[in-house]
């Protein structure tokens, strides 16, 4: 991997007086960047401005540091589908607060969902969430398959493809969005949830 | 990177006699396994059979690989893009036309867009990459916007927000589509057109 560049140097202050968040974030920032299997553990203390073993205080490895990225990412995404699995007895209301609370925790939680979402399943801790993530989506097609029973998603689509597409429509919000930037995440998740269901087209009266 | 796995294996016969294309594609799906950074020259000659001579035989370098593959993608897509343009005169036609195409290309084409969309930044090859999936972009964000004007799309939804979840959900595919497996590419391409425009709650009458 090149140098670390400008924009993925650490904030001077502080240093080396990294917290173990502010390193997780610093780690997951530089995944990101040049990927994790490309990403040396010199590289990410070169980065930080700390030594190897100041950084092994932090996390025992490389791979510690992922691992608690995905599991970070992973929990706030279960944690919208437990939650409104417990509000809403409707598959179709449940499927409405699903794509709301997901797209918040995509863009609340943008580095380390962004992490998530390129995982390939190289090593035992990217099969590990990968295995989640299969779990997750899964409880999702289930909401989309329950919410076409209910009349909510038409019948001509199949509920497996909807739910895909659907989410990857969400997932896809990881590649463009930028906090701060002139797209607001409440909006974005209601124009998530206009498009997916009512569609682009203008209903005609 | 780990060894070579049985599954990204060469296949015996022909070895080690490969066309260009052939190294192509196996280099290609093992970026896509691995990662392009964390993948060596070594490690391509490795899983090919071939000696580093032989491959240097086909292509120059690692990044002459990766240019190629990603040419080949971005050829494609903008091709689907200029057929479309030349063709229809309606942006609502147009865009029609760029979604079935766009999404038969990535079907078709499914390794060497998957390793466009994971594109980073990293190094000179990847930067033109980058320009030129910015500048495609672009004039996709252009053609939605058209279309919103002629009344195809919702005037309450950003024209540059719906393009990307138009082509969000498009990109989507690569993460799950797989040739031969259930999903027919055609029927598939219809489904994002109708989810995207009609969405998919049935219209009541």
């Not at 173990?20 to 040049?34: D, G, S």
């Not at 699995?85 to 598959?91: E, G, R």
């Not at 190289?122 to 409880?139: H, I, K, P, Y």
């Not at 076409?148 to 597409?165: F, H, P, W, Y």
Request: proline share 3%.
């Amino acid at each position: 991997m090149a140098k670390s560049s400008s924009d993925t140097a650490a904030p001077k202050r502080g240093r080396p007086g990294y917290d173990r968040e502010q390193v997780l974030a610093v780690a997951v920032k530089v995944f990101n960047e040049h990927g994790y299997d490309a990403t040396s553990v010199a590289d990410l203390s070169a980065t930080l401005g700390l030594t190897k073993s100041a950084l092994y205080h932090h996390f025992e490895s490389k791979s510690a540091i992922l691992e608690r990225a995905l599991n970070d990412a992973l929990d706030a995404l279960e944690a919208v589908v437990d939650d409104a699995t417990a509000q809403h007895s409707l598959a179709s209301d449940r499927l409405r607060a699903i794509v709301r609370g997901a797209v918040r925790v995509l863009t609340e939680k943008l580095p380390s969902v962004t992490l998530l979402l390129r995982v390939r399943g190289n090593g035992d801790v990217e099969t590990s969430a990968l295995v989640r993530r299969r779990a997750f989506d899964q409880r999702l097609a289930a909401v989309v398959a329950e919410a076409q029973k209910e009349g909510l998603i038409r019948d001509d689509v199949d509920a497996a493809v909807a739910s895909r597409l659907i989410f990857g429509m969400i997932n896809s919000v990881v590649e463009w969005y930028r906090p701060g930037g002139p797209v607001d995440p409440e909006e974005l998740g209601e124009d998530i949830l206009r498009v997916s269901l009512d569609g682009l087209q203008p209903r005609r009266a």
